[in-house]
């Protein structure tokens, strides 16, 4: 056990030093920053006095060396465009999103769980087929558009709800019904999918002969080991949704850590950039870990392999 | 009705109140209120709070570093330079009470407005203008648009308390007109006591409304500046929301969320103007939509202005501006717009002519087998730019000029537009461009002049006018050269100018507002409450 | 997700024989297949059956509303749109880029992957970990990131943004294919194989990979509805396709601000999106029943 735990470890430091070779090289591919951080009267001097400053101006291995090293430190430099640290200005967006991912995976839990019980239970029936159609459909409108058709049902329409903005237990509502009813569909599938096959398993089909009563078993067994693929997909998905939420916090005005990521690479600010990325990516990678640590202890079987 | 009890506080009490509820309740009241009045001077209090939702986040605080037109929505309303803009856009005092100037146009003296405060109370003297150069021009400040005004300025002398005089380097015509966005002025009291980045906790200034709070990427917070010389807003509490999606930003004037909505795009004016509870408010900027042609190294045809003119000449600027912009644009038919200094000149206009235009690039000898490459802006600083782009590669293609089109983000696109060495396999670059206040001296002519950073022309004759442009101590001498010049630059057509764009507001009709014209930003300190 | 198939020798049935179909699948889900054939059909045959050009601007007929509405006519049957470009010719022209990037994204990404992770799977060693760590660090990059940068760096072409959906999605075949591969590995029939000689790459090719492909081809048939979200939201953030290229994304995305006073600008594209991408996961549901009805729909 010990050892799969160290080995994990291991997997995952090797991982970050690769990306932080990848994020690296991205960043810097998305062009030079000059021009959007200094304006057109800023004279050769400037902008060489710019260069020189954040050390554009070296070879390219130099700037990795520099950067790899400031990174252990938890240095991430200073934002071209903000002139802060970019490791605060980052984690000042990170709680945002995890607030809304957060939500949006409460949202999907609470319509995908009892939607792909109730079609495991019933298969065949017009429910099942209500709920592969909601699933389907869930999946195929991008958020950008269920974002703003909510925006204009609930706060133009019906003046119930703010259209944007990020502050009080409000905002939360439309941003996270829009992301969690995209992840719902997944959500659902999967419990569909590991309901059906709890039911049919032979512990089950026993108690049935037995006699004992459909929702105890539902409750007790099925759910149960149902519960298992489903927390490791909540880990996935949940990675998913810190990084993938940009369209969602561009239409809602949420200022999270996806709609910096997008401002950063527009405005080549690299060290927000790489910031944005590598605490993402760190935070992701940590779920998953956690996930798979979890996943061994209640399962021994997989620690093995 | 207001009534003020002991201890100074305001409160107001219903007229309509039932008797009932007595004197007691009302004190009670008051007093929640006074509690819940806080830290925030009391006088504040009493006047209504307004919600402004904006697009972009601010880049600094610093205003001797501000880098772009974007950070202007707070430096306009925060800051204030010597002379500046009026409700009508043109230069007027503000801090500076007067002004003369020397016969040679070399050195000006101001004397200050007796009145005159900054934020934290202490009165503007000519000390804090000699500093607010000084630290303006200083290279730690890196200041980087200190070539537009400061970097000219040899010396401010202190006269008296009140009295300075500011020595230029070179004559410079423009100068008044840029004193109000380029060179603002800063306490010395405070920058020196606040040691680092002054401006990042407190920036200190003194226009009619002052800094209270921000929260990066969600809002900033100003107050109404009481004190103030003579602009002091209606409003007590401001908040600046930022809001980057144009639809959602739109949304919050209509769900009553903010008071006044930036940079409503011109699609959504119309159905935004059928609203019961809002108005569109339009005001001209300066902002000017043009196509840039590559006379340097593009498609050789180009190299001929009778070519360019043609092109100028296959485009239907009128029915394009309608297509795109829905109206919300004035027609522009010389390089700058008319209210311009010098460009209110007659020429005889390009006209709408697709058979001539076609003839004319026949006659040239005008290679139609080559394509000419558009380089478009993709992401949305300005409205509609790629729908315009799109719109002029059809005409040109309707008189046979075929046409391919690259869209870049902003960031490419800049880099493009503004490279040292302009890429020859681009030919025409849609290009938008603030002038500075009232004067062609500024951006605009920067794009046609040999080197300059936009410039895709060449012409030593040009060149040799630019040079001169501000170099002259009458303002009518002056104003017949730029007419000049003006007009020759027409003839040479470097650019397809389009049009200049209105800026246009999203605004409850609770609210009456005159925005001030001629610039890109909301100018707040005239809001009033619609009687 | 991973179904796992069943574990049978690929014998006289070959890669997709028959014997690996189950006969409880039942036909295809007729509505879904039509509708992804006349797509199909559509991207083919692309400007030949358009009506119009789709990137010709009129400027006399500007948001033109659809023929049955008030103000529409028949020479635009689902109306034009802000530059009088006509929608229905858009939403041909859009199919064939829409479904060719989220095609190729998911065909060329998913070949990389799949060898690649068949590699890890069955080399196992040190191959396995090196790729699995690149595995692990692509996954851990969000795809806006990648996008943009290569958006930027080598600009906007059909190219490039398939370039980039490929580089985002191999990652998630090859984690897949080599945790299947693992699991088979160890089975009996394997080892039959290679106690009886066979070569690795045999044993690879033609026992290991028909077994995992039931997963891959129910993960590549899922993949395309969400390639063509993934491309739409790139448009939407402006640096997705660009013009005169149209795709699904980009009109929806342009039509988006004219939503309140031209409907059918957003209307159709989300249509077809929304229809493609239920067509598609309707198609991999039953493919994943056919495969393998037993474990999960």
């Known amino acids: ?305 | 009705m207001e009534r003020a009890d002991s201890s100074g506080i305001t409160t107001s009490t219903r007229p309509d109140a039932p008797a009932v509820l007595g004197r007691r309740a009302a004190l009670l009241s008051g007093a929640a209120m006074a509690l819940a009045a806080g830290a925030a001077p009391a006088r504040a209090q009493s006047k209504p709070s307004l919600t402004v939702a904006v697009g972009t986040d601010l880049n600094t605080q610093d205003p001797c570093r501000v880098a772009g037109g974007n950070d202007y929505y707070f430096f306009a309303n925060v800051f204030e330079g010597l002379y500046g803009p009026d409700e009508e856009g043109k230069p007027a005092p503000l801090l500076a009470e007067s002004h003369t100037v020397s016969p040679d146009g070399l050195t000006y003296e101001f004397t200050l407005r007796p009145n005159a405060r900054f934020h934290n109370g202490e009165p503007v003297t000519a000390e804090d203008v000699r500093f607010s150069w000084q630290r303006a021009v200083a290279p730690e400040t890196r200041n980087p648009r200190a070539s537009v005004l400061v970097a000219n300025i040899a010396d401010v002398e202190v006269l008296d308390e009140r009295r300075c005089r500011v020595r230029l380097k070179k004559r410079d015509a423009s100068f008044l007109d840029n004193c109000g966005e380029y060179w603002y002025i800063i306490s010395k009291k405070h920058v020196e006591a606040a040691g680092e980045n002054p401006f990042d906790r407190q920036p200190i200034g003194t226009g009619p409304f002052a800094f209270v709070e921000r929260r990066t990427r969600s809002y900033i917070k100003l107050r109404g500046f009481d004190q103030h010389w003579g602009r002091v807003p209606a409003f007590g509490e401001v908040t600046l929301k930022i809001v980057p999606d144009d639809q959602s930003r739109v949304a919050q004037v209509q769900t009553g969320e903010s008071d006044i909505v930036v940079n409503v795009p011109p699609v959504l004016a119309a159905p935004l103007q059928r609203l019961p509870n809002v108005q569109v408010i339009r005001a001209p900027s300066f902002q000017n939509v043009y196509i840039a042609i590559n006379a340097l190294n593009g498609h050789p045809g180009l190299r001929r202005a009778d070519v360019r003119r043609a092109l100028n000449m296959a485009v239907d600027k009128a029915a394009l501006l309608r297509a795109t912009m829905l109206g919300f644009a004035q027609p522009l038919e010389l390089p700058c717009h008319t209210n311009i200094f010098g460009c209110d000149v007659q020429v005889t206009p390009y006209g709408y002519n697709p058979d001539r235009a076609r003839q004319i690039l026949r006659e040239a000898g005008f290679d139609f087998n080559r394509p000419l490459r558009l380089l478009g802006q993709g992401t949305g600083r300005v409205p509609q730019a790629r729908e315009t782009l799109q719109g002029v590669a059809a005409f040109l293609n309707r008189i046979g000029v075929k046409t391919e089109i690259n869209m870049l983000d902003y960031g490419a696109w800049i880099s493009a537009y503004g490279a040292r060495e302009k890429d020859p396999s681009v030919d025409m670059v849609f290009a938008n461009f603030t002038d500075y206040n009232g004067d062609p001296s500024g951006r605009l002519l920067r794009q046609v002049r040999t080197g300059g950073t936009y410039s895709w022309y060449s012409n030593p004759e040009i060149d040799a006018m630019l040079d001169r442009m501000n170099d002259f101590a009458s303002v009518e001498e002056r104003q017949q050269f730029v007419r000049g010049l003006i007009a020759r630059l027409h003839e040479e057509a470097p650019l397809i100018p389009l049009w200049t764009l209105d800026s246009i507001y999203g605004v409850s009709k609770r609210l009456s507002w005159k925005p001030t014209p001629n610039v890109s930003w909301p100018v707040l300190w005239n809001v009033r409450r619609a009687s | 997700m991973s179904a796992t198939a069943e574990e049978r020798p690929a014998g006289a049935g070959g890669l997709l024989g028959a014997r690996l179909w189950r006969s409880g699948a039942g036909r295809p889900p007729l509505l879904a297949t039509a509708i992804c054939l006349l797509m199909v059909v559509a991207a083919l045959g692309g400007g030949a059956i358009a009506p119009y050009v789709p990137d010709e601007a009129d400027f006399t007929a500007i948001l033109v509303p659809p023929a049955w509405a008030e103000g529409g006519s028949l020479a635009h049957l689902l109306g034009t749109d802000q530059l009088g470009r006509d929608m229905l010719s858009r939403l041909i022209a859009g199919a064939r880029i829409s479904l060719l990037t989220a095609g190729a994204a998911v065909l060329a990404g998913g070949t990389i992957g799949v060898t690649l992770g068949l590699a890890a799977g069955y080399l196992g060693g040190v191959v396995e970990a090196v790729i699995m760590r690149i595995v692990d660090a692509f996954l851990a990059l969000p795809f806006i990131l990648m996008a943009l940068a290569f958006v930027a760096a080598l600009g906007t072409g059909v190219g490039n943004i398939i370039l980039v959906m490929v580089l985002t999605n191999w990652a998630r075949y090859a984690r897949l294919v080599r945790s299947e591969v693992v699991s088979i590995k160890k089975r009996d029939f394997v080892l039959l194989a290679r106690v009886a000689g066979l070569r690795p790459r045999q044993i690879a090719l033609r026992h290991i990979l028909p077994n995992a492909l039931t997963s891959i081809l129910v993960l590549a048939v899922l993949d395309v509805g969400r390639a063509i979200i993934l491309e739409s939201s790139l448009s939407f953030l402006g640096v997705g396709i660009q013009p005169p290229d149209v795709s699904w994304g980009l009109a929806l995305a342009e039509g988006r601000t004219y939503m309140t006073v031209a409907w059918w600008l957003t209307v159709w594209p989300g249509l077809a999106i929304v229809l493609a991408v239920m067509s598609f996961n309707a198609l991999g549901d039953w493919m994943k029943a056919g495969f393998d009805p037993r474990g999960r729909l």
């Not at chain 1, 902008?47 to 130099?62: K, M, N, S, T, V």
């Not at chain 1, 699933?135 to 329409?157: C, D, H, N, R």
């Not at chain 1, 419990?191 to 078993?217: C, H, K, Y």
């Not at chain 1, 298992?228 to 949940?238: A, M």
């Open chain 1, 1 to 305: 056990m010990a050892r799969f735990i160290l080995t994990r470890l291991g997997q995952t430091l090797v991982t970050l030093a690769l990306l932080t070779i990848l994020i690296f090289v991205l960043a810097r591919l998305t062009g030079d920053p000059t021009p959007l951080v200094l304006p057109s009267e800023a004279t050769e001097a400037d902008r060489a006095f710019f260069r020189e400053q954040y050390g554009l101006d070296r070879p390219i291995h130099e700037q990795y060396v520099v950067f790899l090293r400031n990174v252990l430190h938890g240095d991430f430099g200073i934002s071209f465009r903000y002139r802060e640290p970019a490791f605060n200005l980052v984690l000042m967006a990170i709680g945002p999103t995890l607030q809304l991912a957060g939500v949006s995976m409460l949202v999907a839990v609470m319509l995908g769980l009892p939607l792909g019980i109730a079609a495991a239970l019933r298969p065949g029936s017009w429910l099942a087929a209500a709920v592969r159609a909601y699933a389907s459909f869930g999946q195929a409108v991008p958020t950008f558009w269920s974002g703003l058709m909510l925006i204009f049902l609930f706060a133009i329409t019906l003046p119930l709800l703010p259209s944007s903005g990020y502050g009080e237990v409000e905002n939360f509502v439309l941003p996270a019904v829009t992301l969690g009813f995209y992840a719902s569909a997944s959500v659902t599938m999967l419990t569909w999918a590991n309901m059906t096959e709890a039911l049919r398993s032979d512990f089950v089909q026993m108690e049935r002969v037995l006699g004992i009563p459909r929702r105890l078993i539902v409750l007790k067994h099925a759910l149960r080991n149902a519960s298992l693929p489903i927390v490791t997909y909540l880990g996935l998905q949940f990675g998913l949704l810190l990084g993938g939420a940009v369209v969602t916090e561009r239409v809602f005005a949420w200022p999270g850590v996806g709609q910096m990521l997008v401002d950063a690479i527009l405005n080549r600010d690299y060290p927000v950039v790489q910031a944005a990325v590598m605490l993402t990516a760190v935070l992701v990678m940590t779920i998953n870990l956690a996930v798979d640590l979890l996943y061994a202890v209640l399962d021994p079987r997989v620690s093995r392999s």
